[in-house]
């Protein structure tokens, strides 16, 4: 089981599903949102339970993404027309036991740091 939460406690997740696709995403929204990259990985929504006051914002035509109204914590990312569902791995407490897999979105990365742990890029 991982169960984890924002950072006032307001909003609260957790899965009995092995997360899978563990990335570091570096897309412009991503970085814009977190202030940097964002750590992520996936289960089915129907395998998710979120407790408290999601608000999810759609900023793109494709996705939404949900946090907490309130202390703003970036939780999940949420396509459209997918059955999977995203958290982030910064709100669960450690030890997670989860491995990072790959880098997404490279092509627009910030250009003030460098990928250099050995991963898969994805542009």
Not at 10 to 31: E, I, M, N
Not at 36 to 60: E, N, Y
Not at 72 to 82: I, M, R, V
Request: proline share 7%.
């Amino acid at each position: 089981m991982h169960s984890g939460s924002c950072l006032c406690g307001a909003v609260s997740y957790q899965t009995d599903a092995t997360p899978q696709g563990a990335s570091f995403c570096h897309c412009g929204q991503c970085r814009a949102q977190s202030g940097g990259v964002w750590s992520s990985a996936h289960v089915p929504v129907d395998m998710l339970t979120i407790t408290g006051p999601v608000k999810w914002f759609a900023a793109s035509d494709i996705a939404k993404r949900g946090f907490c109204p309130d202390c703003g914590s970036f939780l999940f990312w949420k396509a459209h027309d997918e059955d999977m569902i995203s958290f982030s791995l910064g709100s669960l407490p450690n030890p997670t036991g989860i491995a990072l897999e790959k880098h997404i979105f490279t092509a627009d990365k910030g250009d003030y740091y460098t990928i250099a742990d050995g991963l898969p890029q994805k542009p």
